[in-house]
Nanobody, 127 residues
């Protein structure tokens, strides 16, 4: 069974921070690109941040400068540090492995190239 397990979501006031984690320890497939997505009610799922082995990162314009994606190899965990949160960041957040032929596709195209999804973790930002 493929398992990508997210954690770290919660409720926070605007301006606050959260760190999401995606446990990769039970994900047995090889991968070159992991991406954080989010989906707000009534909106399409969108790519937020991508991590390409060995360490390239990319971000959606809406989160650039506020969010940071990273990989802790020792803990086999992908993180998304979210700072200066805004109410519009409220969404279900998912980590996913993405097909890219060895690299991450553009975030705008990533949702159509997902190999495996996690179950999601809810982030709610109040004003």
């Amino acid at each position: 069974q493929v398992q990508l397990v997210e954690s770290g979501g919660g409720s926070v006031q605007a301006g606050g921070s959260l760190r999401l984690a995606c446990d990769l320890s039970r994900y047995t497939y090889s991968w070159s690109c992991m991406t954080w997505f989010r989906q707000a009610p009534g909106k399409e799922r969108e790519g937020v941040a991508a991590f390409e082995v060995p360490g390239s990162t990319s971000y959606a314009d809406s989160v650039k400068g506020r969010f940071a994606i990273s990989l802790d190899n020792a803990k086999n965990t992908l993180y998304l540090q979210m700072n200066s949160l805004k109410p519009e960041d409220t969404a279900m957040y998912y980590c996913a492995s993405v097909w890219g032929g060895g690299s991450c596709p553009p975030l705008s195209l990533a949702v159509g190239k997902v190999a495996h999804w996690g179950q999601g973790t809810q982030v709610t930002v109040s004003s």
